[in-house]
């Protein structure tokens, strides 16, 4: 098991870019081309797609375990349940009703 000196802030501010995508386990990477998101460690968040682009906040929930996105715009808000927080990997998925959506980004 790896130790981390970084506080997960610190591990979590970074713009990261798509590495792998999945809607309910079909892998969709191609479709996530250029696919970037950017989080600050004072709680600002983006993202950029193409020419779509939208900004909010971000903040850790449930002792760390998740990150809640709000006031995101041109997207609904979302609780990011984390599945792996490393320097390098970021890898999340969230759910929007039935849809499971995964995203493992690398550090861009």
Known sequence: MLISFRSR????ANTWRIDNFKKNST???????GYTETYTKDGN???QWGIITGTGTWGFANHDANINLVGVSNQISHTLIILKLEEKQFWYYYMDGSDRYEYHLVQN
């Open 45 to 47: 968040y983006s993202y």
């Open 9 to 12: 802030t610190e591990r979590v």
């Open 27 to 33: 892998d969709n990477t191609s479709l996530m081309s």
